[in-house]
């Protein structure tokens, strides 16, 4: 019987809860600030990210992990929950929203302000519930300045793929099928199959996962490989991009981060041309990191609906070099930052959310398995493996819900 990887990952939480999984009690000298919060930003981010918060004048006690969606799950089951949450998807939220555990941002709430895909709705849930804090652009690939892309699709020699992770290992993977399925689909096959009512086993996915096993099976040694690599490269380093003996990656603009003192010697293009699907663009990926409340408390409501202010945003977009999903705020200098502004905010071309981050989490656990094991064995059928997650998706509850409007429509 295969164990939900939700239930296992809870488990090992409660387990390390004594050496810090769980979300400890604040404060110093008996004092408990305000405000708790769990992220998903560690090391420098999560230092960029506090000292946002320090200019909000509300007293607050941050927790930064890689594993937020499991840390959260385990201090909800322990009854200690944050006030404020921050995911990398808001998935998971719609189902603490099903379990009526999300308190309204209320009256003050950012949430009204975003359109699609910002602000995705779930059937039968009330729309103000969750917010989104920062954004990134993905259906993008990086490349050296001095070694720009070919203008074709491009061998699997070229790529910088690596699957390690601190959490979810399976993701950097499904980046590429997402991308496939928007860019040889479209927009409006891609949102019916990222909330559920398109089959896992339907021709458009079939495809665009052939693809990326075809490409993967051009060197069945390399993506073993890269199944032990870290997505980031070597610590200390330049990224997979400067010092993995690549020349392209595909992945978001964050990863801009991961090249260090060479990031201005990386540039960008759009995906299409590059991948295995053909040139033309018909959509962009994006994802957004989600905030919630998981307490009534006035402060926590506060001190979010000013985290998602103009002036706030505009400071971590400073600091910390992040793109706002709020239309007022200016666009950040730079030429790559201008590039990345310009296309999270051109409404001729659709976005879309991550498929896996607006998934139940079973489903996205499963289409994570999936594509380790098709790494592993990129030769092997892609139908068992797409049976497999269709099986999750149809073993979910008739009731769970559902998100809604995870694309823009082109204006």
């Known amino acids: 019987m295969r164990v939900p990887a939700r239930a296992v990952l809870l488990l090992l939480c409660l387990a390390l809860t004594a050496a810090g999984c769980g979300l400890a009690a604040p404060g110093s000298g008996g004092e408990q600030p305000s405000v708790t919060i769990l992220g998903p930003w560690t090391d420098d981010q999560e230092k960029q990210f506090k000292a946002v918060l320090d200019t ?26 944050p006030d404020i949450a921050i995911l990398p998807g808001v998935g998971d939220l719609v189902e603490y929203a099903a379990e009526r555990r999300l308190h309204p941002l209320g009256a003050k709430g950012a949430a009204a302000k975003y359109g699609r895909p910002w602000q995705p709705e779930a059937r039968g849930i009330e729309a103000d519930l969750w917010v989104p804090l920062k954004t990134d652009l993905k259906s ?12 074709r699709p491009a061998p699997a020699a070229s790529w910088c793929v690596g699957m390690g992770d601190d959490g979810a290992s399976g993701w950097p993977g499904s980046d590429w099928i997402e991308d496939l399925i928007l860019q040889t689909a479209g927009p409006v096959l891609y949102e019916r199959w990222a909330t559920g009512t398109l ?33 980031r490269g070597r610590p200390g380093g330049h990224g997979l991009l400067f010092d993995g003996g690549c020349d392209l990656e595909h992945q978001g603009s964050f990863a801009r981060s991961f090249y260090g003192a060479r990031g201005g010697q990386a540039a960008f293009t ?18 957004a990191d989600f905030a919630a409340l998981f307490s009534g408390s006035a402060p926590a409501r506060d001190l979010l609906t000013r985290l998602t202010s103009r002036p706030a945003q505009e400071e971590w977009g400073r600091r910390a070099g992040v793109f706002s999903p709020d239309s007022d705020v200016p666009a950040r200098k730079g030429t790559v930052e201008k590039q990345i502004s310009d296309r999270l905010t051109d409404q001729r071309v659709p976005l879309c959310l991550d498929a896996s981050d607006v998934m139940p989490a079973a489903v996205r656990d499963a289409f994570y398995e999936a594509v380790l094991l098709t790494m592993a064995h990129p030769g092997a059928p892609v139908r068992d493996r797409l049976d497999d997650v269709q099986r999750v998706q149809n073993a979910q509850p008739a009731h769970t819900p559902r998100l809604t409007g995870v694309c823009s429509r082109p204006q």
Do not use: F
């Open 199 to 231: 089959k896992w086993t339907d021709d458009p996915v079939v495809n665009a996962w052939s693809l990326w096993a075809g490409l993967l099976a051009q060197d069945p040694d390399a993506a073993g490989r890269s199944m032990r690599r870290d997505h």
């Open 140 to 151: 993008i690939v990086w490349y050296r300045k001095d070694r720009p892309p070919p203008a």
């Open 56 to 81: 909000l004048g509300t007293p607050y006690t941050y927790q930064g992990t890689a594993a937020s969606r499991e840390v959260l799950l385990a201090a909800v089951q322990a009854g200690n929950p």
């Open 270 to 287: 759009d995906s299409a041309s590059l991948l295995p699907s053909g040139p033309r663009i018909k959509g962009r990926e994006v994802s």
